[in-house]
């Protein structure tokens, strides 16, 4: 069984994710493509922004979006994380929804960088003027709200609390959506680099095993320096128990 967790600032934050993992895997099976009968479960973890570096997961792969997908690389060398995209489509939805909403007003685009880069270009195609900032931390979405609103933005499309923000100063804020491909696409990803980890996991299991029966004593570093290999032979020749 391999375990994907879907890690987001609120429940229900990625549209109908649950239906769309169990759409998604039968389509999967009825390609003929169930990647050797291995099973995959998908759990939702709900974690506010400045709390992700405190967050401990049990998992096989993290699916995340924007600036939690970031911090969580940040404070996470072990397990595989996966961004979900936010595609020009995703965009073009939201800001056509701003819109409807707020008619063409200026509307403030707040996200990372692997979010939002080149959205100033879909201004001609819905006739909206257009505005893009970069968010790298959560403790500069006020920052940032504050002065989308002195360059005379009157809505926000972003994340969760950075939206919170700007409605609390009366801007209008519209969450970006993640739209079913987007999903789609990230689940497929998750899945390749959970199995390509899982495989490569057994491997270093077997040489281990290989390792640990051999007469000599084998070590081995890693590019900074950190022992990577020290097999039981090692230990026995060095005097070393495994716990130290």
Partial sequence: MIKIKLVVPRKGYITDAFERFEEFNKLEESENNDNGSVKFVLEEVVEDA?????LKLDADVIISRGLITKLLKECNEFIPIVDIPVQGIDL???LYDCKARFGSKKVAVIGALNMIYGVENLSDIVDLPIQSYILNDIESSVSLVDLAARDGCEVVLSGLSTCKYAEEIGLGAILVDTGKESFRQALIEAKRVALVSRREQEKTKRYQTILNYAYEGVIATDLKGQISVFNTAA??????SRGA
């Fill in 50 to 54: 400045d709390k992700i570096g405190k």
């Fill in 235 to 240: 230990q026995e020749i060095l005097s070393i």
């Fill in 92 to 94: 073009i939805r939201s």
